[in-house]
């Protein structure tokens, strides 16, 4: 059971990155998939989720209006697009798949499988 985290890198302020995320040994069918970052010194905080069968897709308020998840239903894989970087989004950021509920879907506790994580710099 793997899912691997890509895409990160150093980018200045104001740029965009493009995260992605492939799983293999596991489906996402019926389960809840997200994207979490960490920065040093700092907890684990959500970005975004979805429920791969379908329906809204959650941001965090910091990812509003920035930050876009989608998926690719034939590749088994999600992205996270990211605009209008800021120098505070630095963190790894991890994909995560797990049975959340709607209500949890922001809690990296319910989520079982989680990828290795990507670094994600930005410079001012």
């Known amino acids: 059971v793997q899912l691997q985290a890509s895409g990160g890198g150093l980018v200045q302020a104001g740029g965009s990155l493009r995260l992605s995320c492939a799983a293999s040994?596991?489906?996402?069918?019926?389960?809840?998939v997200g994207w979490f970052r960490q920065a040093p010194g700092k907890e684990r905080e959500f970005v975004a989720a979805?429920?791969?069968?379908?329906?809204?897709?959650y941001y965090s308020d910091s990812a509003k209006g920035r930050f876009t998840m989608s998926r690719d239903n034939a590749k088994t894989m999600v992205y996270l697009q990211m605009n209008s970087l800021k120098p505070e989004d630095t963190a790894v950021y991890y994909c995560?798949?797990?049975?959340?509920?709607?209500?949890?879907?922001?809690?990296?506790?319910?989520?079982?499988?989680w990828g290795q994580g990507t670094l994600v710099t930005v410079s001012s």
């Open positions: 979805l429920r791969w069968s379908g329906g809204t897709t």
């Open positions: 995560a798949a797990g049975n959340a509920i709607i209500s949890q879907m922001a809690n990296h506790n319910v989520y079982n499988y």
């Open positions: 040994g596991v489906t996402f069918r019926n389960r809840a």
